[in-house]
């Protein structure tokens, strides 16, 4: 007779253990640990225990990530405040800035934007067809220790210590107008299977603050965008 045969039967018989309450008692078998026979009641209490404290690592792994959801949700909450108040897109970006290095302490921001614009911003310099290329690729947020040497040029004398990196597109519809890159020396800050919820989120945020303050003609194109589109972003 084979141990599964065995299990099979007692599943099928739960009132044997009742039957035989006397006898099961007196049944020892080895402990994994202790290296000592224990009653197979105590080692039967041992594993409900042991699954017990794995239940209870879980809980609080789960509660832990519950409150960390909630400070992540609550820095967004002010952030999107104050991007309202924002007058002009040089107030956009310096609130953005200060949000994500002071709040979510994130040590570099890089933004670039091919909207039409006289600004004399960084953020305004003309980008290469690469990264107009890697906005429209970028559907989802990337997370990791790659991107591009246009890209990382734009973080000056840090670029060379840099090592993760959050790039996402800024969008209306399907059609990009603008690049936000999060960037830092720690290498697991930003990493390839971490969840990307609020990064998409941010970008929404981004992506419609900056156009209600974009140029009068950018935000005509906007407007003529198909329905379908619109509804996509």
Request: glycine share 6%; net charge negative.
């Amino acid at each position: 007779m084979q141990a599964d045969d065995i299990l099979g039967w007692l599943k099928q018989n739960p009132a044997f253990f009742d039957e035989y309450a006397e006898e099961v008692a007196d049944i020892y078998v080895p402990h994994s640990h202790r290296g000592q026979a224990v009653s197979l009641a105590e080692r039967q209490l041992l594993t409900l225990r042991d699954k017990n404290r794995a239940l209870e690592g879980r809980l609080t792994e789960l509660l832990q990530f519950g409150e960390d959801n909630d400070v992540i949700s609550e820095r967004l909450h002010w952030l999107t405040v104050d991007l309202i108040q924002a007058e002009d897109l040089s107030g956009v970006i310096g609130t953005l800035e200060y949000h994500l290095r002071e709040r979510f302490h994130v040590p570099h921001v890089a933004i670039r934007l091919w909207l039409p614009s006289d600004s004399s911003l960084r953020e305004f310099e003309q980008v290469g067809e690469s990264v107009v290329k890697l906005a429209q690729n970028l559907v989802s947020p990337y997370c990791g220790p790659y991107v591009t040497d246009e890209v990382l040029a734009w973080f000056d004398d840090a670029g060379p210590a840099l090592k993760s990196f959050a790039q996402f597109a800024l969008r209306t519809g399907e059609e990009p107008f603008g690049v936000l890159v999060l960037a830092s020396e720690d290498e697991n800050r930003f990493y390839p299977d971490m969840g990307t919820l609020y990064l998409q989120r941010l970008s929404d945020i981004v992506s419609a603050t900056v156009l209600r303050l974009a140029p009068t003609t950018a935000r005509v194109e906007v407007e003529e965008l198909p329905v379908e589109a619109h509804d996509e972003a």
